[in-house]
Structures are given as structure tokens and as C-alpha cells.
């Protein structure tokens, strides 16, 4: 099975300053959720780790996922699996859609969890936009 599915929840989302990189791969986008924790950083994006609560997004279906990838793992400072200078990491996790509809997308969690809690502020909510329109 190929996953062309993409789960954003930061600058790449609808609106944000890095959309344009994913805009010309978009086939279709829905306002989706995933279980994890979401962080503010100071760097003007935010990350994602594993965890319980809910974090809010997009899923994107992308045409040519390939190079949709290549150009996303170059945002993402991401140069393949447990490669020790990943900024993120590229993973398939579950993500809701369209009430409870399951399906797997990609998406990129931060390398190096511990480090969150010493720059970054978990966002209350789990939505990044909402933190962003009041900055």
C-alpha cells in the first residue's frame, strides 16, 4: 500500500508562510486531528511528539508523493531513518478525518523530544493557527 497522504500542522498548513512549498502537489485537503502533543518553539514553527491529547491539522493528499517528499524532508530537515541530524522524523501514524474516519498519512514528529520542554510551550488546544493569529 502507498501512502500520498500528508498530515501538517504548522507553517505548511492552509494560510501559513510555507504553504507554497505543498500547494502545487495538493489534490485535496480536510481539517483533520491526531493523538500527540503539539509545542510552540521560538523559531516561528511548531513540533509534534508522541503523546495522548490532540493535535489539530490538515490532511493533504498529494499528487507525486515522491517528490512531494523530497521537497518536504528538505523543509523538515529530515535525511532519512534514524539518521542522527534530523531536525524531524518522518513517520506513518493514524489520523482522523471527516468525523471518525481513519486513514495512515505522514507526518513529522521532532527528532529529539527531551529538547522540546527546555525551548518550547505546548500549545493549549492542539491548534497551532490559533496560537498564531494571536501573535
Sequence with gaps: ??????????????GMK????VE????????????????DLPYGYPAMTAGNTLVFGELMELANITEALIVL???EDYHGPDEAGNLYDRVVREVVVSGEEKVLAY????????????VGVIVPGGDWKVIMRGK
Aim: aromatic share 14%; no cysteine; charged share 20%.
Design 1 to 14: 500500500m502507498s501512502i500520498n497522504k500528508v498530515f501538517v500542522y504548522g507553517t505548511l498548513m492552509t
Design 73 to 75: 524532508d528538505r523543509l
Design 24 to 39: 502545487p502537489y495538493i489534490k485535496s485537503v480536510k481539517p483533520a486531528r491526531v493523538a500527540g502533543v503539539l509545542y
Design 18 to 21: 510555507n504553504h507554497y512549498l
Design 107 to 118: 507526518m513529522y514528529l521532532w527528532a529529539k523530544p527531551a529538547e522540546l520542554e527546555k
